[in-house]
């Protein structure tokens, strides 16, 4: 059972460029998420998704875009990466509401934007 | 707004019993309590949750006092593979997205 895999574990972007991180869940779950950890700190939630066809904005959603076309798949978009993005990515998915509903995380994505 | 507070760092020693108290004076009736582990580079992993008295499970038990507005997560004899940072985090269970992740605790087991 994979869980949640994310890719890449490492990239490293120039001031400008664009890329997406993936992250995939083999659990049918309907919530996913994406934070960002930065040293230190606790999680803040960029985006997050509570089914295919449905976003919405967390706490630090800005330079940050997010579609969920599928259940299994929620990739993180950077449009134009800055250095105040370089910090460790993680997602997450859940089955929505009730008790015993705990976050499931991936490995997380090390981005640095020089 | 952060609704739980922790110590920031704690240390132990192998074998030892730790216990870690948050505090959340603003939990409101919904609101769930869980903890999660995290270990350097990985992603953080859920220990225990509970909403009232007592909740054990094979790894922790959680303490949950009438007022709920602490509790304490408590590890049985630990050893140095229980290094991590401890988040203590409390919300609606219908509504997890909306958990606010404070900076956590860093425990630190000793030989």
């Known amino acids: 059972n994979a869980g949640v895999t994310q890719t890449p574990k490492f990239q490293v972007l120039k001031t400008g460029q664009s890329m997406t991180?993936?992250?995939?869940?083999?659990?049918?779950?309907?919530?996913?998420?994406?934070?960002?950890?930065?040293?230190?700190?606790?999680?803040?939630?960029?985006?997050?998704?509570?089914?295919?066809?449905?976003?919405?904005?967390?706490?630090?959603?800005?330079?940050?875009?997010?579609?969920?076309?599928?259940?299994?798949?929620?990739p993180l978009r950077l449009l134009s990466a800055a250095p105040s993005q370089t910090s460790v990515y993680f997602?997450?998915?859940?089955?929505?509401?009730?008790?015993?509903?705990?976050?499931h995380f991936g490995n997380g994505t090390r981005l640095t934007v020089t | 707004l952060?609704?739980?507070?922790?110590?920031?760092?704690?240390?132990?020693?192998?074998?030892?019993?730790?216990?870690?108290?948050?505090?959340?004076?603003?939990?409101?009736?919904?609101?769930?309590?869980?903890?999660?582990?995290?270990?350097?580079?990985q992603g953080p992993r859920f220990i225990i949750q509970g909403y009232k008295t007592k909740v054990t499970n094979e790894v922790a038990s959680l303490f949950i006092p009438a007022d709920r507005?602490?509790?304490?997560?408590?590890?049985?004899?630990?050893?140095?593979?229980?290094?991590?940072?401890y988040y203590c985090l409390v919300g609606d269970m219908d509504s997890n997205y909306q958990l606010i992740w404070g900076a956590g605790t860093k425990l630190i087991i000793k030989p």
Request: hydrophobic share 25%.
């Open chain 2, 69 to 85: 507005k602490s509790s304490t997560l408590s590890l049985p004899r630990v050893s140095l593979s229980d290094t991590a940072v």
């Open chain 1, 21 to 74: 991180l993936q992250c995939a869940q083999d659990m049918n779950h309907e919530y996913m998420s994406w934070y960002r950890q930065d040293p230190g700190m606790g999680l803040r939630l960029i985006h997050y998704s509570v089914g295919a066809g449905i976003t919405d904005q967390g706490e630090v959603p800005n330079g940050y875009n997010v579609s969920r076309s599928t259940t299994e798949d929620f």
């Open chain 2, 2 to 41: 952060a609704k739980t507070t922790q110590p920031i760092s704690m240390d132990s020693y192998e074998g030892q019993e730790v216990n870690i108290t948050c505090s959340h004076n603003n939990i409101a009736t919904n609101d769930y309590i869980t903890w999660y582990q995290q270990f350097p580079s």
């Open chain 1, 91 to 103: 997602c997450a998915s859940s089955y929505l509401g009730g008790q015993n509903s705990p976050l």
